[in-house]
């Protein structure tokens, strides 16, 4: 483990979750108690932010809140219970669970998150606990899930490089256990485990120290030429390299990261930059001493400039790389060549390397559940209680039923059949390159729509497509509530940012491969203003593009907006 | 000022009993008791000389040996107090040296002593009792009933013609006294829930009954003529249109209930209320229903009819002054007089048959299932009772919300015959009345069931459902008065996340201290039914502890659905932390009732 370095104290006061962390006995704070408290379904915001070291936190329906504060009824609380997934994948058994969890003590329906992990919202407070328990006999948690620690950690889901893949996934799974803290609260809050009194002598959590991380600190692997995880909005981006179609290394990009406050050019979406090669044996010693890098450095006083590229940017690449090489005890080598093609998903049946076959489904917005006329989630669970693969939630919010035995194919397909579970074919390419955050009602952060609006707006934008011919050409758009970002609108090539309700901010020119971020093009608008200001774009798109031109291209060659290839000038 | 023993000619008990009445008289109460004190020696109570003397003297030289009175009542929400107290008045006036006392406070080794014992009691749902005449009840049926052929009586028994049993307690002291062998002087009246002239007759006969000679009645003319004035300008009888200032559902969307919160302006009524009173409305029918139902008679709504020497058309007189809601057994037993059907003849005379059928049934059933009738529309009209008004506890104190009365009313609707149907006055409040319209109102005090004077005393609240409404008003007045003493409140319903009424007002007095403790019972939440009994259970050493240390115990809610299961769960929970005996529990609880520490209004 890491050795300790005494470093200097930062300037500024300690923001007020690092208290609360330094007061909560490695997470636990009153958790206890006031998870059992009956008088409300919420708990105090302390516990809250403590909460989300749990993968949890609590929200309330905001369609209900003016109501219910009128009928004298407190804010119809809910947790939003994150289920770390390392590289999105589930078995049959746990995607049962999970569906059980969503029907049993959610709203009904599960989210496919934009990190791969699956989300249940809507659980009572009082169902918490059992939700815990009943996924842990499934195997599954929710440490770490949320909170200033590393997340769930993205992995390709390469349906066809079979062997390759599984080495790369392995290695996710890894870095995700490696990383997580080792405070026993968990399992005492949730799971009854027994009372572990985390006193001084011992070292608890010795990677991350008693505060944890000053912010979220986000890793993925990319597998090229897929880049479905946006290798370059992760604090830690490796990119797997491959000689001779064996996995030998990876390439590094470091400080990378979505979210920003409105009307604050301080902060921005950064992307991450590579800073250099490493065998793929070093792969845990080298992410650990990336993260102790931002633990010691990463600005613990005001949190909207804390995440690890902010940590970078002001002291420089340079600055970084000796830091890491003086931790590490040795030196990155050289960046590989690699190379992406896309950010989306390629639906429909694949068949891997080994034989198996692949099912890629189209899930809009992530969200499974049964719709009126579409019983995604019936049929799903009727394949999963078949299915004798794996499931894979792919960073696109979609959804992999992977390895399937060639004899089991046809079992799958009848189902797939039965309940129309679709691959996207028959929407427009725009729709299935679409990706929105969950946003209202649920998500505190939200100032507008987007789970629930942008399949509309994309209806009407498809009937300009269609006008032009473009229903079949792929343009990635994204849709986040609020600057925070879930969605990763910042790298869509069209990306709506939320300001208010009915608003947003319309950026341009992000890049197919995720190697470029967007700009802001128009500022909040609505949707006749939307349309209105994309159907010129897309008439002359459709005219004036060169061969394979990519959307995101075309408008920066038509100076529309200028490209974007360092966060720092993302407002300029 | 609060009276002490120190500081007044009572005994302790006396003191307590002035402490709890003296402040909830308004102005005129006051200065009627005055004057009624004052004329008090006349009945034979050597208090005062002054006054009157030489009608004093008068009295005396006719009727020499003055009569005396006992007046018992046994009452839930304050009407057969009322009516106690108000014959109690009338023979005091005329010359009787009078006793009004609760049936609970009564010394049962007094029986002997009396000549003269008068009766008001109400009735509960399943015929039994009310809260304060149960021991007494029990005790004329028990072994220990003395013989009492000395004793004259009578009774006046209050019910409501809906229920089955319909003035069963009343009747049932009327015949145990006869056992007893005490003479009947006056027939028993039964009252429906329109009672003022039946007990105004019955006053008037037991009065002449006692009252030997015209001397003493004469008497009484000379000191009563304050006595028609009226406490407040509004009344039963005379309605104030309270202005709805607010109205609120105050259940969250996807609960099986609909609870409206009314804010009701008293503003310019002069109307004062107490923690733990209740406001009557008037409710009307509704108009769809009554055009609906005059189609089925085949009459016309225009039609006009007489009702209290009062002409209107029919549509009016079914909307505004009759009930067309309920049936009854003695309302069946007049239909049938104007049909051949013979399957009314049928139901009415088969018991478990009309009982099945009233249940969620009106008027227009009958008219729809068993014509052809033979009535005309006045002939109809002078079927049917007035519709009587709605209690409804209030919400509010007046002490934080001076010119306001809040209330709590649950809307009645189900479904019978595929015809939708709903309560009279929730229908009402919840579909016809909105913000800025006018309801008839008046305040019925409700001297059973009220905050301790003493504002360090302990209250525990139990309640479920609309049950809450009354200790919205407890917290917020004791609130306002910065009450020192400690209040739990026990609250129960189907849901948290829809059906925690009043939810953001409790969490805000448990955060200032105003309510102490707070637990709930949601029935529906879990996969077993928990109910505010099961809760008490678990606090069970906790409460007993609060009783033992004078805490006083507060039950409103549903007779059936709720306050039988608390009761007993108090028994019990007495007889558990208290090492007592079932008959030493119940003897426990009873002398809580006696001290009015247990105080319930249930319906």
Known sequence: MTEKIVLPSQPGKPSDVERIKSESNYLRGTLEETMQNPLSSGIPDDDNRLMKFHGSYLQDDRDLRNERQKQKLEPAYQFMARVRTPGGAATPAQWLVMDEMGRKYGNGSLKLTTRQAFQVHGILKWNMKKYMQEIHEALLDCIAACGDVNRNVMCNVNPNQSQLHEEVYTWSVKLSEHLLPKTQAYHELWLDGEKVYDGQEKEVEPMYGALYLPRKFKIGIAIPPSNDIDVFSQDIGFIAIVENNKLIGFNVAVGGGMGMTHGDTATYPQLGRLVGYIPKERLLETAEKILTIQRDYGNRSVRKNARFKYTIDARGLDWFKEELHQRLGWELEETRKYSFNRTGDEFGWIKGEDGKWHFTLFIQNGRVRDFEDYQLMTGLREIAKVHTGLFRLTPNQNLLIADVAPQKKRVIDALLKKYKITDGAHYSALRRNSIACVSLPTCGLAMAEAERYLPTLITKIDSILEEFGLLETEIGIRMSGCPNGCSRAAMGEIGFIGKGPGKYNLYLGGDFTGQRLNKIYRENIGEEEILAILRPIFERYAKEREEQEHFGDFVIRQGYVEAVTDGRYFHS | MTLQVLNSPFNEEQVKQLNVLLPTLNDYQKIWLTGYLSIAPAAGVAVLEEPAASIEEEVKSIATEPQSATILYGSQTGNAQALAEKLGAKLAEAGVDVTVASMSAFKTNQLKKLTNLFIVTSTHGEGTPPDNAIQFHEFLYGKRAPKLEHLQFSVLALGDSSYEFFCKTGADFDEQLEKLGAQRIAPRVDCDLDYDALAAQWFEDVKKAIVANDAQAALSQVNTATKEVGGSEYSKKNPFYAEVLEKINLNGRGSNKVTYHLELSLEGSGLTYAPGDSIGILPENDEQLVGILIEALGFQQTEVVTVEQQSLTLAEALQKKLEITVLSKPLLQKIQNYTVNPDFAALVQ??????????????????????????????????????????????????????????????????????????????????????????????????????????????????????????????????????????????????????????????????????????????????????????????????????????????????????????????????????????????????????QRYQRDVY
């Not at chain 2, 929730?426 to 019925?444: C, V």
Request: negative net charge; aromatic residues 12%.
């Open chain 2, 350 to 595: 088969d018991n478990y048959k009309w009982k099945d059928y009233v249940y969620g049934r009106d008027l227009l059933d009958v008219v729809q299932n068993y014509g052809p009738f033979s009535w005309n529309a006045q002939q109809f009209v002078e079927l049917l009772r007035k519709i009587p008004a709605r209690l409804y506890s209030i919400a509010s104190s007046q002490a934080a919300n001076e010119d306001e009365a809040h209330l709590t009313i649950g809307k009645v609707s189900y479904e019978t015959d595929g015809r939708g149907r709903q309560g009279v006055c929730s229908g009402q409040i919840a579909e016809r009345i909105e913000i800025g319209q006018k309801l008839p109102i008046y305040i019925h005090s409700n001297p059973n069931f009220k905050l301790p004077q003493d504002d360090a005393t302990a209250i525990i609240m139990i309640g479920a459902g609309t049950g809450i409404a009354p200790f919205r008003s407890f917290i917020e007045e004791r609130a306002a008065r910065e009450a020192e003493g400690k209040s739990w409140l026990f609250f129960g319903d189907q849901h948290f996340v829809t059906d925690y009424l009043y939810q953001t007002d409790w969490q805000g007095w448990i955060k200032d201290g105003a309510l102490t403790n707070l637990t709930t019972a949601f029935s529906r939440d879990g996969d077993q039914k928990i109910y505010v009994q099961h809760r008490l259970q678990e606090h069970a050493k906790e409460l007993y502890e609060w009783i033992e240390q004078g805490a006083i115990i507060y039950v409103c809610g549903d007779e059936k659905a709720m306050a039988a299961d608390v009761d007993k769960m108090i028994h019990a929970i007495v007889a558990e932390q208290g090492g007592k005996s079932a008959e030493q529990a119940a003897e426990y609880v009873s002398s809580l009732k006696q001290q």
